[in-house]
């Protein structure tokens, strides 16, 4: 299968800072990533599409400018939690379509992000 | 725009058992349903896919079934084992682009 890396694993920061989480497709090339939230024991929450070259395209409810998402290449999607508060603590979660796959849908190992 | 409800939420199983898992779509158009098995902390992981064209598809102790006309989908594990205790999410697509997660299974199995 492809291979979708993201990272930082955790991180823990202060209330107020911003936090930037990367995701990267290692050995394909990934027009459209996704972005997901899960809360304990939840479901995958889709928080916004990314496009490579265009803007997101963010879910109903999902601040544009809290979460803030730049995909400039073909291999790279950052997601950037901006003044990070303590109720934007969650396991975040990226994901990719690979065609050479043929077309299916591979996820990062996630993101912990805890806010003090 | 699509709706995937999954059934039962939380199931446990006699090692050596069988699970079923069972999902229904809303939209008719969705073409693609595949599999993912999340343990705890980790990255969903896909397991098993199946497209529009096939009833059925198996990949050892895991299979997928669809019916298109009654609009579900169930996974089926058999000879169930203590590393197959996991959050099960099924999942329906129509474009490839848009996935409908359903709300996940958490499935034990009980040495």
């Known amino acids: 299968g492809a291979v979708v890396s993201q990272h930082p694993s955790w991180v823990i920061c202060k209330s107020g800072t911003s936090v930037k989480i990367e995701c990267r497709s290692l050995?394909?090339?990934?027009?459209?990533m996704f972005w997901y939230r899960q809360f304990p024991k939840q479901s995958l929450m889709l928080m916004a599409t990314?496009?490579?070259?265009?803007?997101?395209?963010?879910e109903q409810g999902v601040e544009k400018d809290k979460f803030l998402i730049n995909h400039a290449s073909l291999t790279l999607s950052t997601l950037t939690v901006t003044s990070a508060h303590p109720e934007d603590s969650s396991f975040y979660i990226c994901?990719?379509?690979?065609?050479?796959?043929?077309?299916?849908?591979?996820f990062g190992s996630g993101t912990q992000l805890s806010v003090l | 725009g699509e709706n995937v409800e999954q059934h039962p939420s939380t199931l446990s199983v006699q090692e050596g058992d069988s699970a079923v898992i069972k999902c229904t779509y809303s939209?008719?158009?969705?073409?693609?349903f595949p599999w993912y098995k999340q343990e705890l902390g980790k990255r969903p992981q896909l397991i098993i896919d199946?497209?529009?064209?096939?009833g059925e598809k198996k990949d050892q102790r895991i299979a997928v079934t669809l019916n298109k006309t009654a609009k579900h989908f169930s996974l089926h594990i058999t000879e169930t084992q203590p590393e197959d205790s996991a959050v099960y999410f099924c999942?329906?697509?129509?474009?490839?682009?848009?996935?409908?997660f359903g709300p996940g299974t958490r499935l034990s199995v009980l040495p």
């Open positions: 994901s990719a379509i690979s065609g050479q796959a043929g077309e299916k849908l591979f």
């Open positions: 050995d394909f090339q990934a027009t459209t």
């Open positions: 990314s496009n490579e070259g265009s803007k997101a395209t963010y």
């Open positions: 939209d008719s158009a969705s073409n693609y």
């Open positions: 199946i497209r529009s064209n096939v």
């Open positions: 999942a329906a697509t129509d474009t490839g682009r848009n996935f409908v």
